[in-house]
């Protein structure tokens, strides 16, 4: 599976992003997909994930009401929809993939993309 991540940028507080996940390679309605992030300094950290069923989701507290995570199988690609940014949410974003649901747990994740930048200016 190969996964690439696009839609970062340079974008002010309050403003808004969508970042996508496009992959190839198996079969995609059957991955489960997580988003992550690291800022410079920082450890990576879990900001949301989805299930192979769409239902499924799981967000980190502090984007949660401000990020959705969803997926379209037919452009085998998930999205992550970032409303009202803030400065600290600048890091670089990681999609990853597995064959079920990894949810929280960057371990788990065999699949990786190369990461897309977000900036926050305040």
């Known amino acids: 599976v190969q996964l690439q991540a696009s839609g970062g940028g340079l974008v002010q507080t309050g403003d808004s992003l969508r970042l996508s996940c496009a992959a190839s390679?198996?079969?995609?309605?059957?991955?489960?997909v997580g988003w992550f992030r690291q800022a410079p300094g920082e450890v990576r950290e879990f900001v949301a994930a989805?299930?192979?069923?769409?239902?499924?989701?799981d967000y980190a507290a502090s984007v949660k009401g401000r990020f959705t995570i969803s997926r379209d199988n037919a452009k085998n690609t998930v999205y992550l929809q970032m409303n009202s940014l803030k400065p600290e949410d600048t890091a670089l974003y990681y999609c990853?993939?597995?064959?079920?649901?990894?949810?929280?747990?960057?371990?788990?994740?065999?699949?990786w993309g190369q990461g897309t930048l977000v900036t926050v200016s305040s």
């Open positions: 989805i299930g192979v069923s769409a239902y499924t989701t």
């Open positions: 390679g198996r079969s995609f309605s059957r991955l489960g």
């Open positions: 990853a993939a597995l064959a079920a649901y990894g949810g929280r747990r960057f371990d788990l994740y065999d699949y």
